[in-house]
T-cell receptor
Framework: DAKTTQPPSMDCAEGRAANLPCNHS???????VYWYRQIHSQGPQYIIH???NNETNEMASLIITEDRKSSTLILPHATLRDTAVYYC???????????FGPGTSLSVIP | NAGVTQTPKFQVLKTGQSMTLQCAQD?????MSWYRQDPGMGLRLIHY???????DQGEVPNGYNVSRSTTEDFPLRLLSAAPSQTSVYFC?????????FGPGTRLTVL
C-alpha cells in the first residue's frame, strides 16, 4: 500500500481557504487519491477523490500534481463546521483494505 | 435511506464478557468492514466482507469474530472482552467509489 504523509495539525481563519497537503510519493498508477474527514466523535465522511485530473464537488476541490506524488485538498471558504481530522488515502477502490493514518487535524478559527 | 446504522451507541463490559456490536446498511452494498479507533489514532481495519458468506481478516482481527449471513447485516462479536478492546468501533459499507461509515459504538471494557 502507498504511504502518505500529512501535517499533524493546521489552523485556518474562518472564511479563508483551507489548503491541506498530502504527500503520496509511492502511489501506484491504479490508485486514486481519496480524501475523508472525521468530525469529532463521528464516523469518517467521504469528501472527494481523483486519479490525475483536478476534481471539484460541492464540498471541496482536489489538486493532484502532474507526477501524482502529492495532492492538496482545498476547502474554499472554511467554516467552523469544517473543524475536523482530514485523511488522505491512496486506494484503487473503496473496497481496498487501506489503513487510515493519523491525518491532519484542521482547526477553523473565528 | 438510513445509510449505515450501528447499535448500541455506548457499551460498558467487564473483562471476560462477550457481546455483539450490530451493523446494518440499506444501500445493497456488497463490501462491509469494521474498524476500531483508539484515542488520537487513525482507524485500523478489524475484519471485512466482500459479500454474504464471505469474510476475511484485516489488520487487527484477534479477539473479534464476524459473520455475514445477509447483505444488510455485518455483526462484530467480542468473545471475551479485554481492557485493550476499549475503543470506538466504526462499521462501514462501500460502493465502488465511496465508503460510508456508521456513527460508531463507544466500548469500554473494565
Amino acid at each position: 500500500d502507498a504511504k502518505t504523509t500529512q501535517p499533524p495539525s493546521m489552523d485556518c481563519a474562518e472564511g479563508r481557504a483551507a489548503n491541506l497537503p498530502c504527500n503520496h510519493s509511492t502511489i501506484s498508477g491504479n490508485e486514486y487519491v481519496y480524501w475523508y474527514r472525521q468530525i469529532h466523535s463521528q464516523g469518517p465522511q467521504y469528501i472527494i477523490h481523483g486519479l490525475k485530473n483536478n476534481e471539484t464537488n460541492e464540498m471541496a476541490s482536489l489538486i493532484i500534481t502532474e507526477d501524482r506524488k502529492s495532492s492538496t485538498l482545498i476547502l474554499p471558504h472554511a467554516t467552523l463546521r469544517d473543524t475536523a481530522v482530514y485523511y488522505c488515502l491512496p486506494r484503487e477502490t473503496s473496497y481496498d483494505k487501506v489503513i487510515f493514518g493519523p491525518g491532519t487535524s484542521l482547526s477553523v478559527i473565528p | 435511506n438510513a445509510g449505515v446504522t450501528q447499535t448500541p451507541k455506548f457499551q460498558v463490559l467487564k473483562t471476560g464478557q462477550s457481546m455483539t456490536l450490530q451493523c446494518a446498511q440499506d444501500m445493497n452494498h456488497e463490501y462491509m468492514s469494521w474498524y476500531r479507533q483508539d484515542p488520537g489514532m487513525g482507524l485500523r481495519l478489524i475484519h471485512y466482507s466482500v459479500g454474504a458468506g464471505i469474510t476475511d481478516q484485516g489488520e487487527v482481527p484477534n479477539g473479534y469474530n464476524v459473520s455475514r449471513s445477509t447483505t444488510e447485516d455485518f455483526p462484530l462479536r467480542l468473545l471475551s472482552a479485554a481492557p485493550s478492546q476499549t475503543s470506538v468501533y466504526f462499521c462501514a459499507s462501500s460502493s465502488l467509489n465511496e465508503q460510508f461509515f456508521g456513527p460508531g459504538t463507544r466500548l469500554t471494557v473494565l
